[in-house]
T-cell receptor
């Protein structure tokens, strides 16, 4: 079956630090990959996505590259801000089965 | 504004009450979803509807009863819930099975 494993948190960083959240997946087909973000008191928002191998998704300074050879989709940002404090979820969708498989989520706190 | 709205945002109910959660999407999508998000647990998919037809029931107890009268509206009827059902209930929609899902802000449910 499909599954997503992401690094456990919580992660605490200082402003302007470099952020990496690891995500690896297992899938039976050729999945689409997503990163979602959940700010306090809100629902999930799509942060970025990639639909095929070697695609790079990017948004708000965040990037992630679809690596088929390592089945990974690690999230990176070069210089985080306090406003990036949130829970980040890696997810995959496979073969049009209308299901998103989510990782457990990583809580990120950025200190001023 | 994500295009998916949920009401109420907060709900407190007793174990013998009957209540309903409402979700509406203004994105013209064909599929709608209910998720349960509990503290310290992965996001759990509950139900999937595609063109108003239920395509997934992820072993959800019968005290949760979904209803999808059209592609824009989704309800979750609640009856004789347990305290462990207290959680954030998220609604989402998507155009297709492998497309990103758009989430509402959620209903924070507390069962006393």
């Amino acid at each position: 079956g499909n599954s997503v494993t992401q690094m456990e948190g919580p992660v605490t960083l200082s402003e302007e630090a470099f952020l990496t959240i690891n995500c690896t997946y297992t899938a039976t087909g050729y999945p689409s990959l997503f990163w979602y973000v959940q700010y306090p008191g809100e629902g999930l928002q799509l942060l970025l996505k990639a639909t095929k191998a070697d695609d790079k998704g990017s948004n708000k300074g965040f990037e992630a590259t679809y690596r088929k050879e390592t089945t990974s989709f690690h999230l990176e940002k070069g210089s985080v801000q306090v406003s990036d404090s949130a829970v980040y979820f890696c997810a995959l969708s496979d073969q049009g089965d209308y299901k998103l498989s989510f990782g457990a989520g990583t809580t990120v706190t950025v200190r001023a | 504004e994500t295009g998916v709205t949920q009401t109420p945002r907060h709900l407190v109910m007793g174990m013998t009450n009957k209540k309903s959660l409402k979700c509406e999407q203004h994105l013209g999508h064909n599929a709608m979803y209910w998720y349960k998000q509990s503290a310290k647990k992965p996001l759990e998919l509950m139900f999937v509807y595609n063109f108003k037809e239920q395509t997934e029931n992820n072993s959800v107890p019968s005290r949760f009863s979904p209803e999808c009268p059209n592609s824009s509206h989704l309800f979750l009827h609640l009856h004789t819930l347990q305290p462990e059902d207290s959680a954030l209930y998220l609604c989402a929609s998507s155009q297709g099975g492998m497309d990103e899902q758009f989430f509402g802000p959620g209903t924070r449910l507390t069962v006393l």
